[in-house]
């Protein structure tokens, strides 16, 4: 897996837990979620497509 993918899965999966954490408003989450963000920006920039930056749904688990 390119870095620049592997980057944008730890700063989107970071956010998720600043956001479970803190909630959405607090300035960690905000951070968090801009540096997502921008690291997927670079990825989709470098030619790697939406759904290689997301994680795939796991087994077992329903969507909300």
Same mark, same amino acid.
Request: charged share 20%; hydrophobic share 50%; no cysteine.
């Given at each position: 897996?390119?870095h620049?993918?592997?980057? #944008?899965? +730890?700063a989107?999966?970071?956010? $998720?837990?600043?956001?479970?954490a %803190?909630?959405l408003a607090?300035?960690l989450t905000? !951070?968090?979620? #801009?540096a +997502?963000?921008t690291?997927?920006a $670079?990825?989709?920039?470098?030619? %790697?497509?939406?759904h290689?930056?997301h994680h795939p !749904?796991?087994?077992?688990?329903?969507a909300?």
């Open positions: 897996m390119p620049h993918v592997r980057a #944008a899965r +730890a989107q999966h970071l956010a $998720v837990r600043a956001i479970t %803190h909630g607090h300035p905000l !951070a968090l979620l #801009a +997502a963000s690291a997927a $670079v990825a989709w920039n470098r030619g %790697h497509p939406v290689a930056i !749904a796991r087994k077992g688990r329903r909300r």
